[in-house]
């Protein structure tokens, strides 16, 4: 057995079919008032409809979340929260509710309860990103981690099959890298083995039955899995690149992991062989990055960057950005590995299965 370090984080998770009805019970626990409900413009009808849960004690509705939240979105919704008094955020929805929940506790300290609805894990980390002057910049702190998490699978049944996949595959990314991070630990390397296989047989049963609850619950169940990794532990380059990828060029983030991570694990695959095997394991395959590729390739998912909307003359400015202040990896990747990164963006870019 090897040294390692484990921290847990205090966090309440209410999980099953159903259980948003318990959502007026669960702000009461967390000692709050006046809830205001964050979402996407697309998601308003399910966010005026927790808000009529709440009754008196909906502050409001904030349905102005985007990708990557725009420090200029975070700086209003802040003012919303105070002008309106509201004593903790109600983030229904994805990754973009999430982390614009996380902005507004970062500033004001406001408890964040989260109702994911997409399986981007985010609701499970103290992980904040904010883009300023196009350029993503991340962080760590504690009270931006959601006190409660309601995970309810009907609220996933309309979550559209391709953007199902997707977000699963970015789920799978937290996972994937958790196991060869610099401080993984066996609970954690549990949980991410646990959580890919669970997404894994999940998304081909969603995209055959989109209406599936029992496979509904696998994805969420795996989502939160993959979400604990990712906030438990480091991530690697698959992460730089998409936040470089993300944040720079404004790449659709569920669609920009799910194109990516084959080819970070291949570049990856020799330096971690342990972490490969364990992938491969979670999906029935007989090579890690190769299984990923055809996971999403099988199920109609994206595999290219230029079908998301990458163009080929920025492949060399991302490599750029991609190799500057690189996180730790297994393989490094600083400024002398540039051209590989170079070629493994054009494979991504081409769609070509993983090198």
């Known amino acids: 057995m090897r040294d390692f370090i484990y921290t847990s984080h205090p966090q309440r998770v209410v999980f099953g079919a159903g259980s948003l009805r318990h959502l007026v019970r669960e702000i009461d626990a967390l000692g709050a008032r006046r809830a205001l409900v964050l979402s996407t413009p697309g998601q308003r009808g399910q966010a005026e409809r927790v808000a009529d849960m709440l009754g008196a004690r ?3 509705i904030f349905d102005r979340a985007v990708m990557h939240v725009p420090i200029e979105t975070a700086r209003e919704a802040r003012e919303v929260a105070r002008r309106l008094g509201a004593d903790c955020a ?3 929805g994805g990754g973009s509710t999430t982390g614009l929940g996380k902005a507004i506790a970062l500033d004001s300290g406001l408890p964040i309860l989260a109702i994911p609805t997409t399986y981007a894990g985010s609701e499970m980390t103290p992980i904040y990103g904010l883009t300023e002057a196009g350029l993503k910049k991340t ?3 504690p009270r931006v981690l959601p006190r409660t998490v309601i995970y309810d699978p009907e ?10 996949v997707t977000s699963g595959i970015n789920a799978i990314a937290h996972a994937a890298e958790g196991l060869y991070a610099q401080d993984s630990n066996p609970v954690m390397d549990l949980m991410a083995q646990e959580g890919i296989a669970a997404i894994a047989r999940a998304l081909p049963a969603i995209r055959l039955r989109p209406e599936d609850i029992e496979a509904r619950a696998d994805a969420l169940y795996g989502a939160w899995l993959c979400g604990s990794v990712l906030g438990s532990v480091g991530m690697a380059l698959h992460h730089k690149l998409c936040h470089t990828l993300g944040g720079s060029f404004n790449l659709p983030h569920a669609e920009v992991h799910t194109v990516v991570l084959p080819h970070a694990i291949a570049f990856n695959a020799e330096a971690a062989p342990r972490a490969m095997a364990r992938i491969a394991r979670a999906l029935d395959a007989g090579s890690a990055a190769q299984g990923l590729y055809a996971l999403a390739r099988d199920n109609a998912a994206p595999v290219a960057l230029r079908d998301i909307g990458m163009r080929a003359e920025d492949l060399d400015r991302a490599a750029d950005l991609a190799v500057s202040n690189p996180y730790w990896n297994p393989r490094p990747f600083g400024p002398a590995e540039r051209d590989a990164i170079r ?3 054009q494979r991504a870019f081409d769609g070509d299965p993983p090198g």
């Open 139 to 141: 962080g760590k702190d």
């Open 343 to 345: 070629a493994l963006l």
């Open 90 to 92: 109600v983030a229904l």
């Open 155 to 164: 609220l996933s049944r309309g979550l559209p099959v391709g953007l199902s």
């Open 58 to 60: 909906a502050a409001g």
